[in-house]
Each structure stands twice: as structure tokens, then as C-alpha cells.
């Protein structure tokens, strides 16, 4: 752990990682690559370069998420911030905060923002983001956590009031239902009576625009796809040839899901030498890199109620593209 005190305490930065992040990848590659169907976990996309394209992603005509959600946010920021009275302010996998901001100047106009404590795994990015947020929000303090939220949610410091944590950008549908409750039951952990959950997913529509947003056009989601190949190729010492992968999405009816994954275009083997193993791919061989699940109200209701948690409120677009979903515990 590193501690770096900032502006007269009112920034905050503790780091966690350490070398973990690529013992993580390693083990990850690992366990993904040499399963009869080979997969990667999506937390690897998002080094500098992955996050600069999703970025990119977010602006495309085809990716509704990010733009609905930010709507969404707009509408009913000052009802959150009525309903739950935050001064505390807790987000996973923070990244730069776009959207954020909408509510913290929701609280902020409330008068009950405090502290705001972002975790990513991206350290110059908490870094960045913390010292804006105290210029921008004169007497907010930000402790800012670099970790994966996965791992290190006990790392979070204590509450300075009522809490809210924010879990956006439908995030939560990568997780597998039983991963994903059990994350659920997690967070449900972090709050105490009048705490709150603010969660954004992704709703059930109609398959050919899931797809479209997964596979624009321009190809930048085909390029942020294969960037997981970029990231091992740097940290483990690996030989992908990243022009022999194709980007391939695609609807699961039956699980309610887009699917992202890298399809081998010819018969190859692939030397990891920091891990001292051959990956051997069939031409037409594919590897999943990621799912997004897509939900309903009643998937959300269940979900919460597996984890102790249940919902409070419900907020959504017009056209129910994606929703928004206060959350408090059970009981």
C-alpha cells in the first residue's frame, strides 16, 4: 500500500495494487487459455490505450449506454440526492466521473456532499480525477482507492455519513449470475441502514441494436476488443498477432446477453513465455473476452433480493433503453 496526502488533506490516494495487477492477468490467462473454450475476463481490456477507446466507444451513433444513462442521471439527480441525503459518495470502477458529476452537483446543491471516494485500477486516472474534483467542489475531500473493486472493497474507508455507492455504466452485466450476486452481496456488506445503491444496467431490447452497439461500424469496439491482445502481448512477454484475431458479437437468446469475442483466423500457436506456455488456436477457434448481460426490472429485483438487497427506486429513458436502480439493504 502507498498513501500520498494532497492539498491539505483534502485528496486522499491509497494504492493496493502493488504488482497484483499482473499476477491477476497472468492467472487469468492462465485459467482463460487453457480451457476447453478459451476465455479472458474484460477487466484487461482497460489499460491507457483501452481506456482512451472506450472513450471513443462512448461516442459512437451506435453506443446508447453511456449518452441514456448520462439522461437518465440528469432527470433524477436531485430525487437521489433527496432520497438518499449522500455525504458519502463510493464508485466502483470510477474512470474519469463524466457522469458523475451530475449528482455530485445534485448533493452538492442538496448540502450534504462530503467526501467522494473513486476506486480503479488506473492510478493516474484516480490521481487526475481527485485533484479536479477538489478544484471544481471547493471544501470536497476525496480519498481516492486504486484497487480492483473486486478484491479490495474492504479497503474502502469508513463511511463520513450516509453512503451512497455508485455501480454505472452497466458494469454489472459482465458479471455471471452467481459472480454477479455474490458482487451484489458485496456491496450490500458496505451499507449500513439508510446507505444506498445506485446501479446501472442495461435492459432487454431489441437484438439487432445490442449488436450494433458491440460492433460498430467504425471498428473502434473491434480494435478495443483485440487490445486485450496488445495487454498480454506487453506484460507477459506473449507473440498474439493481433491482425489474426477477428472481432465477433453476437445475442445469447436463451441467457439474455451480447457475447464479445476473437476469433482466430487461421491455425496458430501463441508462445505466453512469461508463463511458459503454448496456446495452441484452430483456424475459426474463438475465445470470449466479454459479457454484457441485458435486464429487466424483475431480473433486478431478484438479483437484489439474492444479495440482501432490495429496490427503492426505478429510473429509466423513454424508449426503456437502460435504467438506473436505488437500492437499499433489506429489512
Not at 463510493?90 to 449528482?103: F, I, M
Not at 431489441?206 to 473491434?222: E, I, K, N
Not at 444479495?307 to 435504467?323: H, Q, V
Request: glycine share 8%; proline share 5%; net charge negative.
Amino acid at each position: 500500500m502507498t498513501n500520498t496526502l494532497v492539498g491539505a488533506q483534502a485528496v486522499r490516494i491509497e494504492s493496493f495494487l502493488g504488482s497484483g495487477p499482473e499476477r491477476t492477468l497472468a492467472e487469468d490467462v492462465l485459467d482463460g487459455l487453457t480451457r476447453p473454450f478459451k476465455e479472458l475476463p474484460p477487466k484487461h481490456f482497460y489499460d491507457a490505450r483501452g481506456a482512451e477507446l472506450f472513450d471513443r466507444i462512448c461516442d459512437l451513433p451506435e453506443y446508447y449506454p453511456t449518452r441514456t444513462e448520462r439522461l437518465i442521471l440528469e432527470g433524477s439527480a436531485a430525487e437521489i440526492a433527496r432520497t438518499t441525503g449522500a455525504a458519502d459518495v463510493v464508485e466502483l470502477g470510477a474512470g474519469t466521473a463524466a457522469k458523475t458529476r451530475v449528482l455530485l452537483d445534485a448533493l452538492r446543491a442538496r448540502g450534504t456532499l462530503e467526501r467522494y471516494v473513486p476506486i480503479d485500477v488506473t492510478e493516474s486516472m484516480v490521481r487526475e480525477l481527485s485533484t479536479d474534483l477538489v478544484r471544481e467542489y471547493p471544501g470536497l475531500r476525496v480519498h481516492g482507492v486504486v484497487g480492483d473493486f473486486e478484491r479490495h472493497l474492504g479497503r474502502i474507508p469508513q463511511p463520513a455519513g450516509p453512503r451512497l455507492v455508485l455501480f454505472l455504466g452497466g458494469t454489472i452485466g459482465n458479471f455471471p449470475p452467481g459472480s454477479r450476486r455474490r458482487f451484489l452481496r458485496s456491496i450490500a456488506a458496505l451499507l449500513a441502514p439508510g446507505d444506498h445503491l445506485l446501479l446501472g444496467t442495461d435492459l432487454v431490447k431489441d437484438p439487432s441494436v445490442l449488436v450494433a452497439a458491440y460492433d460498430d461500424s467504425c471498428g473502434v469496439t473491434a480494435e478495443f476488443n483485440r487490445n486485450v491482445l496488445h495487454v498480454i502481448n506487453r506484460e507477459l512477454d506473449a507473440d498474439f498477432d493481433i491482425d489474426a484475431f477477428e472481432h465477433v458479437a453476437l445475442f445469447d437468446e436463451r441467457h439474455e446477453w451480447i457475447e464479445m469475442r476473437l476469433r482466430s483466423q487461421i491455425e496458430q500457436v501463441v508462445d505466453i513465455r512469461e508463463l511458459e506456455l503454448q496456446v495452441a488456436f484452430d483456424a475459426g477457434e474463438e475465445m470470449r473476452t466479454e459479457i454484457s448481460a441485458k435486464f429487466t426490472t424483475e431480473r433486478v429485483e431478484r438479483d437484489f433480493a439474492a444479495a440482501g438487497l432490495r429496490l427503492a427506486e426505478w429510473f429509466t429513458d423513454p424508449d426503456e433503453l437502460f435504467a438506473l436502480s436505488l437500492a437499499r439493504r433489506a429489512g
